[in-house]
């Protein structure tokens, strides 16, 4: 099991950057998959980016593709999310999730661990 908890974000003009982190407390984080996930008011949950169990293999949704950054530190129980010319529609909570998943790829489905959650939002 696996417990996060999600640290950050804040009220940042647009162009501006974030750094999201999520930390994991438990056993084995390293055989998990991390996965950042976003929800603005009225909308539904949205898969924003994604990390294999070892950091090499990475995805994103098209909208942050070249903004968004997801990197982590195993050693430290850590994934980062940062965050670069942010828009307004990037306002949004920001979860991280587990899964555990030792395939190479990045799974953006089936995390059955979350955090609370951390608001960001981004003025025009």
């Known amino acids: 099991q696996v417990h996060l908890v999600e640290s950050g974000g804040g009220l940042v003009q647009a162009g501006g950057s974030l750094r999201l982190s999520c930390a994991a407390s438990g056993r084995a984080f390293s055989s998990y998959a991390i996965g950042w996930f976003r929800q603005a008011p009225g909308n539904e949950r949205e898969f924003v980016a994604g990390?294999?169990?070892?950091?090499?293999?990475?995805k994103y949704v098209d909208s942050v593709e070249g903004r968004f950054t997801i990197a982590r530190d195993n050693a430290k129980n850590t994934v980062f999310l940062q965050m670069n010319s942010l828009k307004p529609e990037d306002t949004a909570v920001y979860y991280c999730?587990?899964?555990?998943?030792?395939?190479?790829?990045?799974?953006?489905?089936?995390?059955?661990?979350w955090g609370q959650g951390t608001q960001v939002t981004v003025s025009s």
């Open positions: 999730a587990a899964r555990w998943y030792r395939d190479n790829d990045v799974p953006t489905v089936g995390h059955d661990y």
């Open positions: 990390i294999n169990w070892s950091g090499g293999r990475t």
